[in-house]
């Protein structure tokens, strides 16, 4: 059990930490397909933890299934994810992301409320690891939030300082630590633009190329 609860706690981490991305500034519109939303009306609340995030829009026959359209307020649209868990509870829709490691939703998604086992296992047990989870996802927010062009402009002052030694090791070991610098500042752009951050992806190579330029002459 332990061992099980640890590799979910670094699945957690990897695939949050690859996942995550900065969604659209205003609110945005999702449609959640229910097998039934019997009980459901427009207008009635979308709730994720205990709090009010949006309404609902719509509810349109689909088939066999019920189509729920929502709109998620600004300050919440991080609240759904592409693998939130979704239920209809007492005139609401019920929003459950402990487990959900997923990118947050682009406007106009269209997602299908899932009830296979695993996840009612998950639900099962999320008071008593979600915890457990929050801090793993927290921890990994933290790290990615690192790679920004500010905290980039101070870690290479520093290593400006260390360029003269690298330079009297000889010309081998200065491009072996230059070319290892090259790869570590191409994997923080590459992680900026999967978050959607391209334009910090950008100032960042910008920041880069200058300073590589600069220890080079």
């Known amino acids: 059990m332990v061992r099980k609860l640890f590799l979910l706690l670094v699945i957690v981490a990897v695939v949050w930490f690859g996942a995550r991305a900065l969604v659209h500034r205003g609110e945005v519109k999702a449609t959640i397909v229910f097998d039934h939303a019997a009980g459901l009306h427009k207008g009635d609340p979308v709730v994720a933890d205990g709090t009010p995030i949006g309404i609902v829009t ?85 790290k990615i939030d690192q790679f920004d062009e500010k905290h980039l402009d101070a870690e290479l002052a520093a290593l400006k300082a260390k360029v003269p030694d690298w330079k009297a090791e000889g010309a081998g070991a200065l491009h072996q630590r230059l070319g290892a610098l090259k790869s570590r500042v191409a994997k923080i752009e590459d992680d900026l633009r999967r978050s959607n951050r391209a334009e910090e992806a950008r100032k960042v190579k910008e920041k880069f190329d200058k300073w590589l330029d600069e220890v080079q002459r």
């Open 58 to 142: 719509k509810i349109t026959p689909l088939d066999d299934s019920d189509a729920v359209s929502v709109r998620i307020d600004r300050e919440h649209r991080r609240d759904i994810v592409s693998d939130s868990m979704f239920a209809i509870g007492k005139h609401r829709v019920v929003v459950t992301n402990t487990f959900a490691v997923g990118s947050p939703v682009a406007d106009g998604a269209v997602l299908r409320a899932r009830t296979d086992s695993v996840r009612t296992w998950l639900e099962r047990h999320a008071a008593s690891i979600q915890p457990l989870i929050a801090k793993v996802k927290h921890a990994a927010d933290e």
